[in-house]
């Protein structure tokens, strides 16, 4: 399965960061609920995983926050490789708003 790695840097704190993070992927949960199925996700102090399909097709990976950095790592379906850059393009985008002082 082909990976998907990010890192955002922050400076926000490990507790901030992880704070804005739980609450980013609680809203998008809902959000899109009617595309994703099977969501699972745990928290472990600042490590996030998680699991879900969309249209039948799974993800999972995890989120780790680091004193001064996000670090993601996802397992994409082969399917979602042409779309690998737009991807990856959109979660820069949105972590660097959300991890903004």
Do not use: Y
């Not at 955002?8 to 998008?28: S, T, Y």
């Not at 990976?61 to 950095?69: D, L």
């Amino acid at each position: 399965m082909p990976k998907l790695a990010i890192e955002v840097p922050h400076a926000l704190g490990q507790d901030e960061a992880a704070r804005r993070l739980k609450e980013k992927f609680a809203a998008a949960t809902e959000e899109h609920r009617g595309v994703l199925s099977n969501f699972r996700d745990e928290w472990q102090d600042h490590t996030f995983s998680f699991a879900f399909q969309a249209m039948g097709v799974g993800v999972s990976g995890t989120v780790a926050v680091e004193p001064e950095r996000v670090k993601l790592n996802a397992d994409l379906p082969f399917a979602a490789m042409l779309f690998k850059g737009a991807i990856e393009s959109r979660i820069r985008q949105e972590a660097g708003v959300l991890l903004a002082d």
